[in-house]
């Protein structure tokens, strides 16, 4: 079963038993919140692409995307070569890199704020940059009544489950009850993890990679 925008409002009332405008008015809310509640515990391929930039020679700050969720990867370019960065806190790059004026070839980054990651160290060169990273897609709240999702399409039960976990948290509802949503919830995102990694794990498969071990 899948869940359009309208369907989906309705059965959030449905199951609350609330009609009253106040409640009505937040519904868009509860589901936006439990998509990104989603989204924040598992890594979705189908939600994974390219950025490409520059690193300017004597800045150590880039820009993160404005739908940017998590890191894949951060490689940037030397001449012909390609070197991967690793991602630190930033307190490992201040304790690694305390001085920003000296500069050499990038090695680590690290977000210093929502807008920006830091790189240390700092750019010696200009370096075009790749980052392969996970990103939020547009709500359902963002679309029609008629609208569908990737969630709603294929995860409904994870984004149903969710978004009563949020609706119920507002009404201050059953504890007993919250608890089922909540398990309700787990076990549909469950679910949803084991489709990610078949599909990684197939996908790796044709492409002649390792399967990932499973942990």
Known sequence: MS????????AIQDYTENTETSFVTNLPTFIKNAEQRIFKLVDLEVFRKNATSTLSQNDPYLSVPTDYL?????SITNSSSKEFLLQKDVNFLQEFHPNSSSTGTPKYYAFFDIDNFIIAPTPDSNYAVELHYYYLPASLTAGADSGLTWLSDN???ALLYGSLVEAYTYMKGEPDLLGVYEKQFNEALSRIKDLAEARENSDAYRRGLPERPRT
């Open 70 to 74: 998590a890191s894949f990867s951060l």
């Open 3 to 10: 869940y359009t925008y309208a369907q989906l409002k309705t």
């Open 155 to 157: 995860a409904p039960n």
